[in-house]
């Protein structure tokens, strides 16, 4: 484990074997819930990643803003169940007594990339957001808690882990770019990268 900016790096936190059995779960999860291009909140800019998601709740995007929803915004039905290795994966890095409910899942092809953004659509900001990486290796990049902090990169590749606890829970992160051909995960190729979130407060026992 390594500390990049406050951000836990976990490189090889899935091997080959697990990797293959995540790869075809999200296959049958994009199957249920079709991937789709979320669009910039007032401009309707299209993203250069397509996405879904898995859990009680998915994270949207549109003319109207950035939110959480109990439906695929283009099939009206719920989102698939997050797969036991995903919550097994939770419970390994998270370090946080509650389940995950969301699970993002960013399809990133060729030339795809995310700016620098932080996190901060839940409100549960206390429970870390767990990252995980497959298929070709990226360029990450995380920084502080001002989108002009000082940020520092990492390369990403199929199986590696980022955490984003503590003090970098709102650090500024994105990706500057996709290596291409760096894998053969996936046999379309390009990259999915896997947030898994807290989205509500626990209730108080």
Not at 179 to 189: K, M, Y
């Amino acid at each position: 484990m390594l500390d990049i900016n406050g951000a836990l790096y976990v490189p090889g936190f899935l091997d080959g074997a697990a990797l293959r059995r995540l790869a075809e779960a999200i296959a049958a999860i994009l199957a249920e819930a079709p991937a789709f291009t979320p669009r910039m909140p007032r401009t309707g800019k299209a993203f250069s990643v397509r996405m879904t998601n898995c859990g009680s709740l998915g994270w949207v995007s549109d003319v109207t803003g950035y939110r959480y929803q109990n439906g695929h915004p283009e099939t009206g039905r719920p989102w698939p169940a997050i797969p036991s290795m995903l919550l097994d994966a939770w419970a390994a890095l998270a370090d946080w007594p509650g389940p995950p409910e969301a699970c993002l899942i960013n399809l990133y092809g060729t030339g795809a990339r995310m700016g620098l953004h932080q996190d901060r659509d839940e409100a549960a900001l206390d429970a870390p957001v767990v990252s995980l990486s497959l298929g070709d290796s990226a360029v990450f990049r995380v920084g502080g808690q001002k989108r002009g902090d000082p940020s520092r990169s990492v390369t990403l590749h199929s199986g590696d882990a980022i955490v984003l606890g503590g003090a970098a829970r709102l650090a500024f992160h994105g990706i500057d770019r996709v290596l291409a051909g760096s894998s053969r995960l996936l046999p379309e190729g390009g990259r999915i990268n896997l947030t898994l979130r807290r989205v509500t407060p626990l209730r108080p026992a």
